[in-house]
Nanobody, 117 residues
Framework: QVQLVESGGGLVQAGGSLRLSCAAS????????MGWFRQAPGKEREFVARISSSGVVLRYADSVKGRFTISRDNAKKTVYLQMNSLKPQDTAVYYC??????????WGQGTQVTVSS
């Protein structure tokens, strides 16, 4: 059973930066792509970024391109989301997720990111 634990969220002013981490345990995480999602109050959960198992293929939502960077360290079983130039509209609970076959079967509990204007 794969378990994911996010950390690194917090309160930051607009224009600031945060680095989220997602630590995985159980399973062979290195074989799976991993993604970050977010859910703002009153809104549906939305895709943020994805990284392939090898770390070579990256994909981003248009809203975060050029500001966010996803990376992974398979030896540490950890995925990161570096968030720069944060905007108030980035405020949300951020979740990491992974699964076989490009899907997302396993989810973390989320970490709150709040960006003040």
């Amino acid at each position: 059973q794969v378990q994911l634990v996010e950390s690194g969220g917090g309160l930051v002013q607009a224009g600031g930066s945060l680095r989220l981490s997602c630590a995985a345990s159980g399973g062979t995480i290195g074989r799976y792509g991993m993604g970050w999602f977010r859910q703002a109050p009153g809104k549906e959960r939305e895709f943020v970024a994805r990284i392939s198992s090898s770390g070579v293929v990256l994909r981003y939502a248009d809203s975060v391109k050029g500001r966010f960077t996803i990376s992974r360290d398979n030896a540490k079983k950890t995925v990161y989301l570096q968030m720069n130039s944060l905007k108030p509209q980035d405020t949300a609970v951020y979740y990491c997720a992974t699964g076989a076959g490009g899907g997302y079967d396993y989810w973390g509990q989320g970490t709150q990111v709040t960006v003040s204007s």
